[in-house]
Antibody, heavy 115, light 110 residues
Framework: EVHLAESGGGLVQPGTSLRLSCVGT????????MHWVRQAPGRGLEWVSG????????RYADFVEGRFTISRDNAKNSLYLQMHSLRLEDTALYYC????????WGQGTMVTVSS | QAGLTQPPSVSKGLGQIAILTCTGN????????VAWLQQHQGHPPKLLSH???NRPSGISERFSASRSGNTASLAISGLQPEDEADYYC???????????FGGGTKLTVL
């Protein structure tokens, strides 16, 4: 069964850092692009970042403003999102999604930025 | 970022047809294939259709996507109670060099 599992979320203070992880199982992880998408409480979906199967073609949403770094380790079937300078407005459920078809999603990991 | 416009809410009766729209511009909807996702409260999104009308296996034929110019549409026929959910369109924007979601439409089945 194809499965994505995010981890690494938590409650952090503004200005601090956090690293999210996503492990993919049940498919050839290194064949697919991967993405991070977030959803603030009660709000819609917002694409954060994505990268190609080989770690290239990295793209970010404008609101990232150089604060986040996406990466992957295909040997570990893992996708990462390193987040720095977190803001109150970064509070959201962060999902990873498979492929440019966004055909498989994890359950998400919650990031809460609060003082 | 450039917005994809979706009506915030649509209400239709059981067994009827609902048509959800997603309006963009020539750099996104008018240029690339649109994906549609369904999200039930408290659950992750689920892909219904990608590249305008390619349904993943297991997705009912009651869901049908199309595009005309800069507007994409998702038609849901024979509405069932379980179709009550939020629906999002998603497309690559060539001018932004980024993926863009619509604001979502909450579908209520009466």
């Amino acid at each position: 069964e194809v499965h994505l599992a995010e981890s690494g979320g938590g409650l952090v203070q503004p200005g601090t850092s956090l690293r999210l992880s996503c492990v993919g199982t049940g498919f050839s992880f290194d064949d697919y692009a991967m993405h991070w998408v977030r959803q603030a409480p009660g709000r819609g979906l917002e694409w954060v970042s994505g990268l190609a199967w080989n770690g290239g073609a990295i793209r970010y949403a404008d609101f990232v403003e150089g604060r986040f770094t996406i990466s992957r380790d295909n040997a570990k079937n893992s996708l990462y999102l390193q987040m720095h300078s977190l803001r109150l407005e970064d509070t959201a459920l962060y999902y990873c999604a498979k492929d440019d078809a966004f055909d498989v999603w994890g359950q998400g990991t919650m990031v809460t930025v609060s003082s | 970022q450039a917005g994809l416009t979706q009506p915030p809410s649509v209400s239709k009766g059981l067994g009827q047809i609902a048509i959800l729209t997603c309006t963009g511009n020539s750099n996104n909807v008018g240029f690339k294939g649109v994906a549609w996702l369904q999200q039930h409260q408290g659950h992750p999104p689920k892909l219904l259709s990608h590249r305008n009308n390619n349904r993943p296996s297991g997705i009912s034929e009651r869901f049908s996507a199309s595009r005309s110019g800069n507007t994409a549409s998702l038609a849901i026929s024979g509405l069932q109670p379980e179709d009550e959910a939020d629906y999002y369109c998603l497309v690559w924007d060539t001018s932004l060099d980024a993926w863009v979601f619509g604001g979502g439409t909450k579908l209520t089945v009466l």
